[in-house]
């Protein structure tokens, strides 16, 4: 449960943000507008990261360890696909 729980907490925030992504690009957005998802998600990420390993520490601040790693698997086919041109 220690690994599926984050798992699963992620992929509903990461399969919207790399939708949005894929949307950015067929719409034909900026840049910088189509990179907003893949940016979005490292920041959760990093925060999420340090939030479990300077104040919640153990077990727990392991699984948000876990759930910011999985954010990042997240992010950046993000990055890739908002990338990518038309």
Not at 6 to 23: C, N
Not at 38 to 56: K, P, Q, R
């Amino acid at each position: 449960m220690m690994l599926f729980g984050p798992l699963f907490l992620s992929l509903l925030p990461g399969s919207i943000l790399l939708l949005t992504a894929w949307w950015f690009r067929k719409r034909g957005f900026s840049l910088f507008t189509r990179l907003v998802p893949g940016f979005l998600l490292m920041l959760s990420a990093v925060i999420l990261f340090y939030i479990g390993f300077i104040h919640i520490r153990g077990f727990e601040g392991g699984a948000y360890a876990l759930l910011s790693f999985f954010l990042v698997m997240f992010a950046v086919p993000a990055w890739i696909i908002g990338g990518k041109g038309k």
